[in-house]
Every structure is written in C-alpha cells, then in structure tokens.
C-alpha cells in the first residue's frame, strides 16, 4: 500500500513539477494610447492619484496603494518624461469633492489649477495571493490582480490613456508570493506604457 502510495505522489510530482503554470492575461486599452504608446511622451508635470476600490473591505489595502502607486511612478516616468507631483494641490483645487468621485474635466481642471500637466488615476480592483490545498495536486499558489489606469492631458482634457487590465499566474506546486505579485504588476505596467494593448 505504501508503495502505491508512493508511486502515485511521485507520478503527481512528475507531473506537476515540469512547471504546469497556469497564466491568464487580459487587456481593454482606449485613448490615444491605442495606437500611440505613451513610452517617450512628454508628461510634464505628472499628478498619479491611486487607491484600492473596496478598500474599506481589502486586507492590507494601504499597503496595497503605497505599492501600486510606486509601480506606476516608477513606470511612468522611466518610459515617459514625467515629472512627478504632489495631488495636495489638485485636492485643494476639488474642496470638498473627493478625488475617486471626480470626473475627467473637474480632475483636468483641478490639474490646470494647481499647475500640473498630466493626471494619471489608478484604480487596483484586485491584488490578492492565494493558497490552494486539496486533490489531486495537493498544493498550488496564484496571484492575480486586476486594475484601470487612465491618463488625462490636463491643458486639453484629452484622453491619453484609458486601460482595464488583468493577469493570473500560479499553477501545482508553484511556490508565488508578494514579491512575484509585485513584479508582474510592475511588468504589467511597463507592457501597457511601451504599448502592449492586446490581450493575450
């Protein structure tokens, strides 16, 4: 019994271990960035504004949008010129208005106030790790996430950038952590800067 046993694990593990990974990717880009990417534009002054929906009810959720607002800071102004910004003075320029609830002319006006340029908005839906237990392939890990970055010309109120994204990785016996879910967002971002649009 023990050696049926064994060789059953040992066939899973062969199986498996051959790196059965399972990737999903999904991309919905609209603006100009659909036929012009937005890597080597001129940004100017970039305000990014990023939060996590439902954040109320997301696990580590200020960590979360201290994460993806780095992703996107870094990414947009390594591929584009950019000068990043603080948003106190488009927060000042809204009053009372929160930010997630203004819409694309109150934000380019807020901008123009304060003397930015570009206002990119980041919404993360989805970043979440998980551990899967059962039969027949006993362990596997996924990270997934899922998001929208849109970008705004402030002095016209253009549409620079509209894109809802998202990817899943993990598979049997695959070993996926922060550190991966952090890169793939990281990569996500540079693929849809550089202008890698389609879903895949």
Not at 25 to 51: E, Q, Y
Not at 89 to 106: F, I
């Amino acid at each position: 019994m023990k050696t049926l046993l064994l060789l059953f694990l040992a066939g899973l593990l062969t199986l498996y271990s051959s790196g059965c990974a399972t990737v999903k990717k999904g991309s919905d880009v609209t603006g100009l960035a659909r036929t012009t990417s937005l890597s080597g534009r001129d940004l100017g002054r970039l305000i990014i504004l990023a939060r996590v929906a439902n954040g109320e009810d997301t696990p580590n959720a200020a960590e979360k949008e201290i994460t993806a607002l780095a992703a996107a800071t870094a990414v947009l102004t390594s591929l584009a010129t950019a000068v990043p910004v603080s948003r106190d003075g488009l927060l000042t320029a809204l009053g009372e208005r929160s930010w997630p609830d203004a819409g694309d002319m109150e934000l380019t006006a807020a901008a123009r106030a304060c003397g930015a340029d570009t206002v990119a908005v980041l919404t993360v839906t989805e970043y979440v790790g998980k551990l899967q237990i059962g039969l027949p392939t006993l362990w596997g890990t996924e990270t997934a996430f899922r998001y929208q970055l849109r970008v705004l010309d402030a002095a016209t109120g253009t549409l620079l950038l509209d894109a809802n994204r998202f990817r899943l990785r993990g598979g049997p016996f695959l070993c996926r952590g922060l550190d991966d879910l952090n890169a793939d967002f990281q990569n996500d971002l540079i693929e849809l800067v550089r202008g890698d649009v389609a879903a895949s």
